[in-house]
């Protein structure tokens, strides 16, 4: 943790700005503990990452995967700017926009998106709620402009108006209630700043999607045991999902039937690439205690009864919405 960051920490339960109260501040904090002035609530700083969450929660097959599969969807490890291309398109923001801005990257996992963020001048702030920070840090922590913390989306240990800008793709549909962690982010926004969330997008075809059939009982399932099983298919479900796909006319629709992620024509990514992407997809479909897609108009009923202005909501590979805090 860099010293910097106390100044924008403050205690998710009262508010409070919080001291470090035990271990060394410079350069870098890697173990020690906050404590909240107003409080006295303790917080620990473990392996240089300040911890306002307890250690066993609902996310973490998400610490279980993205530190079993930490590079594997860094741009930097594919070679391929699928995180980029997503980021740019989904945000609407680049470098001119981004370049010495405060950004908060809310549910980060190993670091894909953030990444990109910091790779377009952002000084930025990324958190999740399970273990995967762990792989974030091992990851990008060497950047100068990057603070790491494991933080409850519900209770942000930030003031109101922190950010200039705030995202979280690929995250809100994993959280027990998608409409309050919407609802959280925004006060962190600062007036006239921008906040970008993502949703999976709810259509009546997700009946025909074979993960909404086997959820009810994988997400039962113990996640090494589930890890394990999706392991050892993925490889011949892939073949099979790839043979149907080449079936003219019909097979783009049949290949969605197969319980796998499929990336062959989607993504240019080697074949060791598309093995590794199918297990940790397909895990990430069967393993999380929540998947709740959300439709167009709620997203943007969501955001116009936060206040917002200059609403977009789209489908961009995910639902997207995009809007600005009034002045």
């Not at 990851?139 to 913390?149: D, E, K, R, S, Y």
Request: hydrophobic share 40%; proline share 7%; aromatic share 10%.
């Amino acid at each position: 943790m860099k010293p910097a960051l106390l100044e924008l920490l403050r205690c998710p339960a009262a508010g409070g700005r919080v001291s470090l109260t035990s271990g060394a501040a410079s350069p870098e904090i890697v173990d020690g503990t906050l404590t909240c002035d107003c409080c006295g609530i303790d917080y620990p700083i473990v392996r240089g990452i300040p911890r306002f969450v307890e250690a066993d929660n609902y996310a973490n097959n998400f610490g279980f995967q993205w530190n079993r599969f930490r590079e594997t969807q860094l741009d930097s490890h594919t070679g391929v700017p699928i995180s980029r291309r997503r980021f740019l398109r989904q945000t609407g923001w680049d470098q001119q926009t981004l370049e010495g801005r405060l950004v908060l990257d809310a549910g980060c996992g190993a670091g894909r998106f953030a990444e990109v963020a910091l790779s377009l001048g952002a000084t930025l702030i990324a958190i999740d709620f399970s273990s995967a920070v762990d792989a974030a840090y091992a990851n990008l922590q060497p950047h100068p402009n990057l603070h790491l913390v494991q933080a409850d989306i519900y209770r942000l240990p930030f003031g109101s108006g922190t950010f200039d800008f705030v995202y979280s793709l690929g995250v809100l549909q994993h959280t027990p209630d998608v409409r309050k962690a919407v609802d959280s982010l925004v006060p962190m926004v600062k007036p006239g700043g921008r906040l970008t969330v993502d949703l999976y997008l709810r259509r009546w075809t997700n009946i025909a999607e074979p993960k909404y059939w086997l959820r009810p009982f994988t997400t039962r399932m113990q996640q090494e045991r589930l890890f394990s099983l999706v392991e050892r298919s993925a490889p011949s479900l892939l073949r099979l999902s790839r043979a149907l796909a080449r079936i003219p006319l019909i097979g783009r629709f049949l290949r969605r039937l197969v319980p796998v992620a499929n990336y062959e024509g989607v993504h240019p990514l080697s074949e060791t690439q598309l093995q590794q992407w199918a297990v940790l997809d397909t895990f990430d479909w069967l393993g999380p205690r929540y998947d709740q897609p959300q439709t167009p108009s709620t997203l943007r009923r969501w955001l116009e009864e936060a206040k917002l202005q200059e609403i977009e909501v789209m489908h961009e590979s995910h639902l997207t919405g995009r809007a600005v805090k009034p002045r």
